[in-house]
């Protein structure tokens, strides 16, 4: 599998850029619900699970297997590779928006 999805969190395989800035955290946050407060992030060390962020993009590069977790969702393993993770976005006759969870 080369995509996961988390409530209203999208992450798929992908390149990171070289122009890409590290991000040194040891909790990774890749969406803040806006209506409970909850995270979806991932904890590890740095020397496992390194983020990246270009344009508002979070890059994500996994050097052994790590948990993204919530909680209101089933924990996700993210095996080892580099990631792209996106807010996904929903579509009405409005026009779109982005997903709330």
């Known amino acids: 599998m080369n995509h996961y999805r988390q409530g209203d969190v999208f992450i ?3 390149a990171i850029p070289k122009d890409a800035k ?4 040891k909790r990774i946050v890749l969406a803040d619900g806006e209506v409970t407060g909850h995270q979806h992030a991932i904890v590890a060390d740095p020397t496992i699970c390194t983020a990246y962020e270009k344009d508002g993009k979070i890059y994500l590069h996994v ?3 790590v948990d993204l977790v ?3 969702h089933a924990p996700i393993t993210l095996p080892p590779g580099d990631y792209v993770s996106y ?3 929903e579509y009405d006759s409005l ?7």
């Not at 590290?22 to 955290?25: H, K």
């Not at 026009?95 to 969870?101: E, F, K, L, N």
């Open 22 to 25: 590290p991000v040194t955290v």
């Open 12 to 14: 798929q395989q992908s």
């Open 70 to 72: 919530h909680e209101e």
């Open 95 to 101: 026009g779109t928006r982005r997903v709330a969870d």
């Open 87 to 89: 807010i996904q976005r």
């Open 63 to 65: 050097e052994s297997p």
